[in-house]
Structures are given as C-alpha cells and as structure tokens.
C-alpha cells in the first residue's frame, strides 16, 4: 500500500468515523427522546415548559402573572412559558414533538384533527369535569375535540364579527337594523356606493391564507351549508357553499368589494375601516378594541360590531379559538393539567376580562363581565352561542391550502365557482386519500 | 499577474481610461464634461433607487399609526413620534420593543462565534484544498459544498433533536454550532480560491529557508490573503444575521433569540406595528453595513480571487 | 491550483494526502458531525411513509415511490416553472443592472464613496425586513407607491400591486433584485479591475468609442466572472424561501408558490415527511447539477488564464 493510498485511506477513514459517530448517535437521540406520559407526584418538584402564542388574547404580562400567581398556590410546580408568533407555533410543536420539549401548547381549533391523530398531543377526556359540559359554553368546549375524543381545553375564545361604520350609514340614511341579513346589507352597500358614501363597501380578508377560509366557513353557515359531512367528506360542492361563493363573486363583479380583499388579511380590514376608507367588514374580537383606540383609528366610536348577517342559515360565524393541550410527550400529565385547568378557570379569565372574553356561560351573565365591553359581551353571547367549526380532518392543512387556491380563482375570475369547488373536492379526496 | 497585487496597486479603476491631462481642447473637452454630468446624474439616480425605501422606512419608524394609512400620504408626518426608539432603547426587557437590544447582542455573538469558527476551520481546510495535491480533492470540495445547497427545513427536526440531547436548545452557542456547518463550507471554497491565487515562489522560498508548512501559511499566506479573509468574513456575517428558520425553531427566550426572530416577535397574532418593524430593521442594517464599508475594498478583491481561481 | 514544479527540499516535509487530511479533519467535524446524522435521516425518510415527526410513529417502506409520485405532481411542476421564471428573470435582470452598476463605480467620481455606501445598504437589511417593507410599500390601499404615483399624476388612483398571480410573482421578483443586484455589482467590479488599462488605451487609440470599447474587450474579459455570478445567483434564486413567505405566503392563487415553500408546505405544514424529503432530495440534486456546472465552467477559465 503506497503511502498517498495509506493516507488517503486513514483521512477518509476520519471522515467516516466522524459520519458513523454522527449516524450511531442518531437513533440512541430518538429512542431516548420518545417517552410515555408520565406522572408526577404532588411532592417532588416538576418544571413545566409552556408554548404559548405571542400578544394573542392575553398580553405576554398578563400570562407571565397568571402564571406567577398558579407558582404561588402550586409551590412545587415552576412554569417556564415561551411564546411565538402564529406563524411558528405550528412549526414549533411539530418540530419539538420528537424532543419532547413542552408539556402544555397553545393549539388552534383547527389543529386538534391533525395532531391527535399523529400521537402529538394528549387525550384529555378523562379529566374533563362532566360538570363543564353545561357549564362552559358548547361552542366553545369543541374547540378542542377531535372524535368525540377531548384533545384541549378551550382557553382564547375568538369568532368573527360583522363590524359597519355607522357614521357612513347614517350618511345614506341606511337603518342598522337592516343589517341583519346578508340581504339587507347588500342593498345598504348599494346604496352607499351610489350616493358616494363610499367606494367600495366591503373589504374583505380574501387573501391566500386561512384567512380565506375562515370568511367562506362563515359565509357557507350562514347560508346554510357546511364545508365538510359528518362522514368527513368535502360537501362543499352543493348547497350554502356554492352560494356563499356566488355571493362572495358577485359582491367584486357588482362593484362593492374592493378588489384589494385579493391580498388583505384582517389587519388590513381592520386599517381600511379605521381609516374610514372601508364601511363594512368581517373580523375577529382585537379589532373592536383597536378600531376604538385613537392612536390607532380615526373612527373612533363610528364601529358597530354585531353578530355575522343571516342568509338563511342563521347568524352563524366561524370558530376561530384556541385551547390548550398536554402534550403526548410530557412526563407530567397531572401537574401540566393542573397549570391548563388554572389558566382556564372562570376566576382567573374574569380577572383578566379586558384581554379576552371567557369561557364561562355564567361570566356572561356578570355584571362586571358585560361592563368591560358591553357592545362586545352584546354580540358574543349571540354569536360564541353560534359558531361553526372548519372541517375536522388529519388533513385539514393540505384541504385548507388547496381550498384557498380554488376559491382565489374563482374570484380573481379564472374559473367558475362550481367549477372551482369540483375541482377543490376531488383535490380534497386525493389528499384525505393520501393522508 | 496575480489577483492580490493587482488589487492592492490600484483603487477602483476607471473604464474610460485615457491620458489625464493631455485633453486636447475645444470639443474633446466638452464631450468629457458632458458625458461626466450624465453619468453623475445617473449615480445620483441609482443612488435614489437604493436608498428612496430605507428614506421611508426611516419616515415610517417616526410615523403614528394613522398616519401612515392616510390617503393622500403626506410625506413628512406631522406629529413625529419618536417612542418606538424610545421603547427599543429603553423598554422592559420582557416587551418586544426591549427584547430587541438582547437580539442585537445574541445576533452579534452569534456571528462572531460562527465566523471565529468557520474561518479558523476553514484557513486550515481552504490552504488544503489550494495548494496540496490529494485524491478526491476536487469530490471532497463538492461534497463540503453540497451541505451549503441543503434546503434548511428537511433537517429541522433531527438538528432539533441533536440539540436537544447536547443541552444546546435555546442558546447561542447552539446557533453557533448549527450556523458554523453551513458557513465553513463557503469559507472553505472562498479562502481556497483566494489562497491558490497567491505566488507559490514565496511559499517555496520561505520553505527552502527551513520554515514548515503551517509556518508558510501562518506567516506567508496570512497576511498576504487579508483580503481573502475579510470577505469571507463579511459574506458569514450576513449569512449568519440574516438566518431566520434556524433561529425561529431553535431559540425560545431572550437568551438565544436574533434579531430576525426579534422582529418576527414584533407581531401580535393580527396586526403588526409597521413603523416599530422599520426600528428593528435600520438599527439591524447598521452593523453589516459598518462592516461592509470597513471591508469594501477587501470585498471586491477578495470576491474575484474565490471566483477566478476556485 | 497545483504546486508546480516540485523542488523544495524534503526537510520534515508531510506526504500531502496525509496532511491534507489532517488539515481537513476540522472542517469536516464542523460540518458532518452536525449534518451526517440529519443528512441521513432525510434519505432515509424520503424511502418512507412518514407522516408523524415522532420516532415511534409508524412508517412504511415505498422505496421510490415518493420521488415518482413528485415527478408525476402537476404542483410540483407548476412551481419548478415559477422558480424556473422567477430565477431567470430575476438572475438576468441582476446581471444586467449590476454590471451596468459595476461600469458607474468603476468611473471617477466626485464623492464616490457615497453611491458605494447606497449601493451596499439594501444588501444590509434583513431578508424578512426587506420583505415587510416591501409588502408594505405595494400595499393597494396605503402604499408609498400608490401614494408616489398618484401625487406625481402618474396613475390615476391607488391600484394592486400583489393582488394578482403573475403581477404579484414580478413585484417579489423585483423586490429580491433590489436587494441582490449590489452583490453581482461588486463581482463585476472586481473583473473590471483586472482588464488591464491599456487595452483600451489602445483600442481608444485606434479610434473605437466607448460602447464598442465595452463589447470587444470589456464583456469578453468579463465571461468568466458573468459565468460564475449567474451560477451563484440561480442557486439562491432556485432556494428563495423567506421573501416570498413574507411578502405573498404563495398567493395569490399560488402565483408567487416557489418549489421552497412548496417543499416546506409538504414537509411541515402537512406533515408528509417522507414526501417532504424526496422533496428536499430532488432539489439538492437540481443545485448540485448546477454547482457540477459552475466548476466546469471554472475549468475552462483556468485553462484559458494558463494558456
């Protein structure tokens, strides 16, 4: 063996061994880090790890002081909770699933299908009190169930609002009762795009992002349809659905949509009609607050809220909530339960009312609770008593993604709408298919 | 004639050479003045177009809220709110405004650490690949390079998992090691080309005397490739500054997060406050921009060896 | 890049491979220690049925089968024609301006050091900034841009700037130009430092004006660098990931959807990990043939400059 020949052997060899080191660790990390739920005890202290979505519902302060306060009366248990944008939050479960990094996460309503189902998150059903089934408002209680089966405990309640500036309505002598109806809107806008109230009414979040959906699961309830059958099957392709659709067309092609709805997400519903450029709009809870705050708005006092406009299906709206849940991978099941089921008592969401409403039917019979936001409390007792939830599949992420394009087509005029929600179900089939 | 001396004799070189100061006069001289008036007014158009939007994110960083969503837009506000700098410089460390001073620092500690790393790997590796003749070179150089093309997301979750056993989750140093793998094969393939292109005669001369190899490269090459070294200097440090996929999934807290991660956090879960975005990204630009005006020279001399003798 | 003409004396002197090797042995800790286990596992991965990141969650050998199923995606072929698009366009028009950018700072000017400062500063800024900005400035009821066109009557009243497809996959494109041309500009600045002084004086003395000067002699020197910048540039545009998530998350209608974002959606938004990485694989081998590319055209340079 020639020298070159030797030494070339001996600096691969390095290079392998280096590789090898690196592929032997690679399963021993994986078998160390998958785990079964453990428990801990009430006497040996256990740290928690929380993930919780940033600056959503309740300040990044006020988490940190529930938290301090449940350390208080949980002496053995320290919370550390770290909080992510939206975008991450996802991403960040999913990659620090195999680590087991967190006991407790903030999941959206519609993750509970996909999560449960990949074995990321635990089955909670046997610690849910029966007692909440009454007490804790029904639409609000499924916002973390997946099968019958209890995935989450509902902690930020959130649903789109209809939102109109009354000041431009009072311009066109439109009275806000006829508001009522998907109807009875459309003939308001007409009116206050002719009489040059405004240039385009409506301004929508139309963008190519869940955003779009949440407005067509909106607007398909109220005009009586459903998105997915009970079966777990597109059913999209008849009924509320293709009128919603229709009647999303129809708003652009007559003139009463801005076409900008196409790139908007909410907070550019929220900025249009905060500066007033924008008379009507579907949008979540944060914006009634933000459209009342004058650094913020110049509409202050001008914003209506009430509850999403009937179409035949009943003011219904879409759930847009979070829960949290333990996940799969916790060692301490029973002390990241006891941290959930604090931050979702009826004492501690009152006390921090001013962030975000709670899950309590009683709290919305309290006094005080309906004197935080009393135009808010007025419509969210309507409105959280009515919600529809998006469909509840393993496969909602890929359903969501190809259902955005379809109806982006349809409206930006490339297809029909039942064309495009043809072809959206049988996407829909191959994907639940594949999944 | 070689890239290194080439640089350092000239400064940046004109293209319409000519005679300075043997103009003939009359026309000649007029066509001169008027062509240099044009291609001033042009420099002054391009330096429009690259600065017209840092002029309004600087505009935007001072604005309230409601003024930026006026129509029509008036160009200078006309209540000029400074609290965003304000909140950046002096807020709670908990807030997102105070959490971006640590950014800076994390963000800072970060690159020197990485690029510390990678050059000093990448000196010993790029004078291997340079001047010694090895089998496999060339396959070895494309296999370091290919870690470089790896699309981040597809090794996520093992590098997550990798961290987590190392005790390495949400720390700088975790980045560190993490950024290092990527950056050490750029370096390697830069210092490489940089390093071939300087004149073997001196390495030999400097050997004939008695000095051994990593005499020669630490007293011969090094100094002679400081050019070399600063631009792969420069070009880590933007690579590491701007990594935000890594730095999202990896860091939880104030401690480990970087500025991109920083600013991200700046977003409630609707609405984002554009003008305190526009803080965060000048006062992000100003270190790589210092570095890059120091090293400019370097840069360009640095950037055409890696490129041409590769 | 070999020591040519051997004879140095033989004192305590190293065969080479083996000290290449030690040499090397750094680097390759650096970067395979970290990257081998991942590496693998991606591969692996992309032979499988993987649809849960939990090790314990089952998963089913298909051999091929995701790299045929990727092959055969009429997606997957739509968005390799955006980025196909989106880095030709983008890397020609980068090539363009920056060598015309390149020929301007070459030439004496008064205070050069300021459009060397202007020019270096969209480089500067974080690629989710720029991307904000950018999105922000595009915006169809607020924009800069809008408000700029309107005020100097250029266009009649505010308009949408990423509300449709191929519009919205143009101004991301144009938003990622502004950042990167300043990078191809110092690359063609330094070729143009090379080109020796008096081949123009020459050609200037033989009466040829300045734009024939700058295709005889200038852009022929400048091959190998253009060579090398267009390599470069088309792998970064091929893996173009942040800009885009940014400004458009792939709207609208998939317009601006590149085959990164398309990798990412299937492999962690979808959680098809195995799809995810054959995926990731296929594009790994696109670059490389690019990168394979990139060096035989520096061999050709090198034979040119020994000759």
Redesign the interface.
Known sequence: MTDQHRAALSRRGFIAATVGIGLGGGPLLSACSSSSGGEGSGSSPVKLNALVQKQAGYSDVHVKAMTAAFTAANPNITVTVDSVPYEALHDKIVAAAPAGTYDVVLIDVIWPAEFASKGLVADITDKIPSAWKTEVLPGALNSGVYQDKFYGVPWLLDTKYFYANTAMLAKANVAPATLSTWPGVITAAKALKTQGVVKYPFLWSWSQAEAIICDFAALTASFGGTLFDPAGKPAFTTGGAVKALEFMKSTLDEGLTDPASMESLEDDVRKSMSAGTTAFGLNWTYMYAQSNDPKLSKEVGKIAISPVPDGGGGRISVNGSSALAITAGSKHRDAAWKYVEYLSSKPVQEQYIADSLPIWVASYQDPAVIKSAPNVVAAAKVQLANMTNRPEVPAYNAISQLLQVELQKALLGKKAPQQALNDAASAANKAIAQS | MSIATESRSRSFGRLRSGPPRSRPRGRRRNADDYASIWIHLIALGVIAVALLPIVWMIIASISPPTELLARPLRWIPRDPDFSRYKDVFTGAADSPAGAFRRAMLNSLIVAAGTVTLSLVVGILGGYAFARLRFAGRRVTLLVFLSTYMLPPISLVIPLYLILVRLQLLDSVIGLIVVYSSFCTPFVLWTLSGYFAGIPVDLEEAARLDGCSRLGVLWRIILPLSKPGIFSAILFATLLCWDEFLYALIFTNSAHAKTIPVAIADFSAKFSTDFGLVCVGGLLAAIPPVVVALAFQRFVVSGLMAGAVKG | ????GV???R????????????????????????????????LWLSLHKV???????PSTWVGLDNYTRALDDPNLWAAVGRTAYFTVTSTALELGLGIL?A????????A?W?????????????????A???R??F????G?LN?LL??AHLIDE?R?W????FL?LNMVMLSDV?KNT?VVA??V???????P?EL??AA?VDGAG?IRRFFAI?LPLLR??IA?VLVLRT?EAF?V??IVYVM???????GTQTV?LF???S???????GY??AL?VL??VV??AL??TY?KL?RI??SR?AA
Do not use: C
């Open positions: 890049m070999t020591v040519e004879s140095v004396a004192r305590k002197r190293w065969p080479d491979n083996r000290f290449a090797g030690l040499l090397l042995v750094p680097s390759a800790i650096v970067v395979f220690g970290v990257v081998a286990w991942p590496v693998a596992r991606t649809e849960s990141p939990l090790p314990t969650a950018l020929l301007l700072m070459a030439q004496k000017l008064r050069g300021v459009l060397r400062v202007a020019v270096i500063i969209p480089w500067a800024l974080p690629t989710i900034v720029n904000t900005m950018w922000y400035v915006n169809p009821q607020y800069p408000a309107t005020q505010y949408s990423l509300g449709s497809p919205a502004w300043s110092f690359f600045l330094a070729g143009l430092q090379v080109i002084g123009h004086e200037q300045a200038t190998p660098i090398i792998i893996k990931f942040d458009t998350r792939g709207g609208p209608a998939n990164s990798t990412y959606q492999a962690f938004s979808d959680q098809h990990f995810g990485s990731s594009i790994v670059i490389m990168a394979v060096m520096l340079e090198e400059t």
